[in-house]
């Protein structure tokens, strides 16, 4: 059984294909990359995945059954997103953003919650603990209390990637996670990817631009362009493959 | 400056932060319960307002201030707790039983109207409970066999457990303990899981929806827990003005609501409080005022003038409301002399191109 798969995806924007036909399947356990020219689909994909829009054809299999519904069905089938222009929950602080991600795991009633009986004491605490590993993974520690409005962008960054993993996925959708970061940042990013694919064993998926980061993390990596697959492989063939290098740099003149 | 440095889980959860915000609003209880020893009846009538506008701002800042869903036709609901608690009373139901009626219809009510609000957002959601807000007006007026149409309806004192409530200082207590008690509800649900669910869909609807939370669900939640509040709010004003008809549930009920949530403070339990208190106290302002104004000013119109004056203001110079002031005003002490102006200037908002159509 595929753990998750995309096949013949394809969407349309009016006269515009943004997506053309695109499958490919994702191992559990692997980094797989998706790379490409501004424009070639990237996001729209992952948008596709968290049925932020409804495809023109295509399916997406995850665990051998169909991914179909609303976005939060997704979040329940255990897919967590991160995006690429930071959607933080502004006005609230970083605890209360990790613990917006363990809304899939709430198991308290309202009418517990209006009264706030025990039970919902013990489910809290239990949250933040599980909270807590995330915030020791990611050294959020001195960024606890702070609200999201007055972070520096690399910080809320790391935020973004926090919520998700404290959703507990199975698979874990990054759309360019190093995109604003400096040089060490980008490097603590990487070590957090490979920390969560082996320590926390969660699958990654991943749209990003940088190619030392792409090569240092990923397994697998797809190369698209106008919509359209043009390689797939390993980091070193990809870069070589001469279609992903006419897609970058232009044919020869 | 207090810092606060947490060695336990539960430090994040209990009411009180520390032993001073204990011993403050320790003391708001006592003042409060005291109150009718100290001041005037006509104080304590003003009181009781404050308790039931309170009551009704808590619930509109639940949907405004923490689930970021504007409604311009609260009154409607504030309509809809007042004639059933009417309605309920004439048939002989106990309180008890007429008032938890009264927030469940409205409630259901509320429920209604969530519907096109999953669909609506900012100024149509605004043209869309505005509207409802004429309809219900429409339908109090016109059915006269249910609601007495334009004449009215009256209500006796409220009757607990074979207790006639027929005194100030009575009314006053039902009121209080019924403001307090919503209050620690809402507090409570804003420290668990459905009260983040509302603040994760006013920040952001999109990553709300990918974490899981059904956006259509914790809206009409919103809605419907919303408009509960206000429909206690409503029963409770209709015991207190004894008489109620169309006219004092319009639009212009609807924008002074709004307004308590405005001028309060967007996104504060205690903005809701400080609002109400603001909006009964502002009249009697007025009043005494009037005596020192020139008399080429004219009297007639003069309250509504100064109240969109300070909405207006409110606005431009204070978008935090009363309470966002007061923070101000605290840290400013707290930090003296420390403070800058651009202590509360937010930073800029990053680019957020990714949005649910």
């Given at each position: 059984?595929?753990?998750?798969?995309?096949?013949?995806?394809?969407?349309?924007?009016?006269?515009?294909?943004?997506?053309?036909?695109?499958?490919?399947?994702?191992?559990?356990?692997?980094?797989?990359?998706?790379?490409?020219?501004?424009?070639?689909?990237?996001?729209?994909?992952?948008?596709?995945?968290?049925?932020?829009?409804?495809?023109?054809?295509?399916?997406?299999?995850?665990?051998?059954?169909?991914?179909?519904?609303?976005?939060?069905?997704?979040?329940?089938?255990?897919?967590?997103?991160?995006?690429?222009?930071?959607?933080?929950?502004?006005?609230?602080?970083?605890?209360?953003?990790?613990?917006?991600?363990?809304?899939?795991?709430?198991?308290?009633?309202?009418?517990?919650?209006?009264?706030?009986?025990?039970?919902?004491?013990?489910?809290?605490?239990?949250?933040?603990?599980?909270?807590?590993?995330?915030?020791?993974?990611?050294?959020?520690?001195?960024?606890?209390?702070?609200?999201?409005?007055?972070?520096?962008?690399?910080?809320?960054?790391?935020?973004?990637?926090?919520?998700?993993?404290?959703?507990?996925?199975?698979?874990?959708?990054?759309?360019?996670?190093?995109?604003?970061?400096?040089?060490?940042?980008?490097?603590?990013?990487?070590?957090?990817?490979?920390?969560?694919?082996?320590?926390?064993?969660?699958?990654?998926?991943?749209?990003?631009?940088?190619?030392?980061?792409?090569?240092?993390?990923?397994?697998?990596?797809?190369?698209?362009?106008?919509?359209?697959?043009?390689?797939?492989?390993?980091?070193?063939?990809?870069?070589?493959?001469?279609?992903?290098?006419?897609?970058?740099?232009?044919?020869?003149? | 400056?207090?810092?606060?440095?947490?060695?336990?889980?539960?430090?994040?959860?209990?009411?009180?932060?520390?032993?001073?915000?204990?011993?403050?609003?320790?003391?708001?209880?006592?003042?409060?319960?005291?109150?009718?020893?100290?001041v005037s009846g006509y104080v304590?009538s003003q009181l009781?307002f404050i308790?039931?506008y309170?009551?009704?701002?808590?619930?509109?800042?639940?949907?405004?201030?923490?689930?970021?869903?504007?409604?311009?036709?609260?009154?409607?609901?504030?309509?809809?707790?007042?004639?059933?608690?009417?309605?309920?009373?004439?048939?002989?139901?106990?309180?008890?039983?007429?008032?938890?009626?009264?927030?469940?219809?409205?409630?259901?009510?509320?429920?209604?109207?969530?519907?096109?609000?999953?669909?609506?957002?900012?100024?149509?959601?605004?043209?869309?409970?505005?509207?409802?807000?004429?309809?219900?007006?429409?339908?109090?007026?016109?059915?006269?066999?249910?609601?007495?149409?334009?004449?009215?309806?009256?209500?006796?004192?409220?009757?607990?457990?074979?207790?006639?409530?027929?005194?100030?200082?009575?009314?006053?207590?039902?009121?209080?303990?019924?403001?307090?008690?919503?209050?620690?509800?809402?507090?409570?649900?804003?420290?668990?899981?459905?009260?983040?669910?509302?603040?994760?869909?006013?920040?952001?609807?999109?990553?709300?929806?990918?974490?899981?939370?059904?956006?259509?669900?914790?809206?009409?939640?919103?809605?419907?827990?919303?408009?509960?509040?206000?429909?206690?709010?409503?029963?409770?004003?209709?015991?207190?003005?004894?008489?109620?008809?169309?006219e004092q549930?319009t639009l212009i009920q609807?924008i002074e609501l709004v307004t308590i949530?405005i001028i309060g403070?967007?996104?504060?339990?205690?903005?809701?409080?400080l609002g109400a208190a603001f909006i009964i106290l502002l009249p009697q302002a007025l009043s005494i005022a009037k005596d020192w104004l020139p008399e080429s000013i004219p009297q007639a119109g003069l309250q509504s003038v100064v109240f969109g004056l300070i909405l207006v203001g409110f606005i431009i110079f204070e978008?935090?409301g009363l309470?966002?002031r007061?923070?101000?005003i605290?840290?400013?002490?707290?930090?003296?002399?420390?403070?800058?102006?651009?202590?509360?200037?937010?930073?800029?908002?990053?680019?957020?191109?990714?949005?649910?159509?």
């Amino acid at each position: 059984m595929t753990f998750f798969a995309v096949e013949n995806l394809g969407v349309r924007f009016g006269g515009v294909v943004a997506v053309d036909g695109v499958s490919f399947a994702v191992r559990q356990g692997e980094v797989y990359t998706i790379i490409g020219p501004n424009g070639a689909g990237k996001t729209t994909i992952f948008n596709l995945i968290g049925l932020i829009y409804p495809p023109s054809s295509g399916r997406i299999l995850f665990e051998g059954r169909a991914v179909t519904g609303a976005p939060h069905h997704v979040a329940e089938r255990g897919i967590a997103r991160t995006f690429q222009n930071i959607e933080l929950f502004e006005h609230a602080t970083v605890l209360q953003n990790l613990l917006i991600g363990r809304h899939r795991h709430r198991v308290t009633s309202l009418f517990d919650e209006l009264l706030f009986l025990p039970s919902v004491r013990r489910a809290e605490i239990a949250q933040r603990e599980a909270v807590e590993r995330v915030i020791d993974l990611l050294d959020l520690a001195h960024y606890r209390d702070s609200l999201v409005a007055g972070l520096p962008y690399g910080v809320r960054k790391v935020v973004e990637l926090g919520r998700a993993l404290a959703t507990e996925p199975k698979l874990l959708l990054l759309d360019e996670p190093s995109s604003g970061l400096n040089p060490d940042e980008t490097d603590d990013m990487a070590f957090w990817i490979e920390d969560i694919q082996k320590e926390l064993g969660v699958t990654v998926l991943m749209v990003e631009h940088d190619m030392n980061l792409v090569s240092r993390v990923s397994t697998r990596v797809l190369a698209l362009n106008e919509g359209r697959v043009i390689a797939e492989g390993t980091p070193e063939q990809v870069q070589s493959h001469p279609a992903v290098i006419e897609a970058y740099l232009g044919g020869g003149a | 400056m207090r810092f606060i440095f947490k060695t336990d889980y539960n430090q994040d959860i209990r009411l009180f932060q520390h032993g001073g915000q204990m011993f403050w609003y320790g003391l708001l209880g006592l003042v409060l319960l005291a109150a009718p020893f100290i001041v005037s009846g006509y104080v304590l009538s003003q009181l009781h307002f404050i308790c039931i506008y309170a009551i009704v701002g808590l619930g509109l800042m639940l949907l405004v201030g923490y689930t970021g869903q504007i409604s311009l036709g609260h009154a409607a609901f504030l309509g809809v707790g007042a004639y059933t608690e009417a309605l309920l009373q004439g048939a002989g139901v106990p309180f008890v039983v007429s008032i938890c009626c009264a927030a469940l219809f409205a409630a259901i009510v509320g429920v209604i109207v969530g519907l096109p609000a999953l669909r609506l957002k900012g100024v149509y959601l605004a043209i869309a409970t505005l509207a409802f807000n004429v309809i219900v007006e429409e339908i109090i007026t016109r059915w006269d066999s249910v609601t007495g149409g334009s004449q009215g309806k009256s209500l006796k004192a409220i009757e607990l457990f074979g207790w006639r409530l027929s005194s100030g200082e009575s009314f006053y207590y039902l009121s209080l303990a019924l403001a307090a008690l919503s209050c620690l509800a809402l507090i409570n649900l804003l420290r668990s899981p459905t009260g983040r669910a509302f603040v994760a869909i006013r920040d952001s609807e999109i990553s709300a929806s990918c974490l899981g939370i059904n956006l259509a669900r914790y809206k009409t939640l919103s809605f419907a827990l919303s408009a509960a509040l206000t429909g206690i709010g409503g029963a409770l004003y209709a015991h207190k003005v004894g008489f109620i008809s169309p006219e004092q549930f319009t639009l212009i009920q609807s924008i002074e609501l709004v307004t308590i949530v405005i001028i309060g403070g967007v996104g504060s339990l205690h903005g809701a409080v400080l609002g109400a208190a603001f909006i009964i106290l502002l009249p009697q302002a007025l009043s005494i005022a009037k005596d020192w104004l020139p008399e080429s000013i004219p009297q007639a119109g003069l309250q509504s003038v100064v109240f969109g004056l300070i909405l207006v203001g409110f606005i431009i110079f204070e978008p935090y409301g009363l309470y966002g002031r007061w923070l101000k005003i605290r840290t400013y002490f707290d930090v003296f002399p420390f403070y800058r102006r651009g202590t509360f200037r937010r930073q800029r908002g990053y680019l957020r191109s990714e949005r649910l159509r």
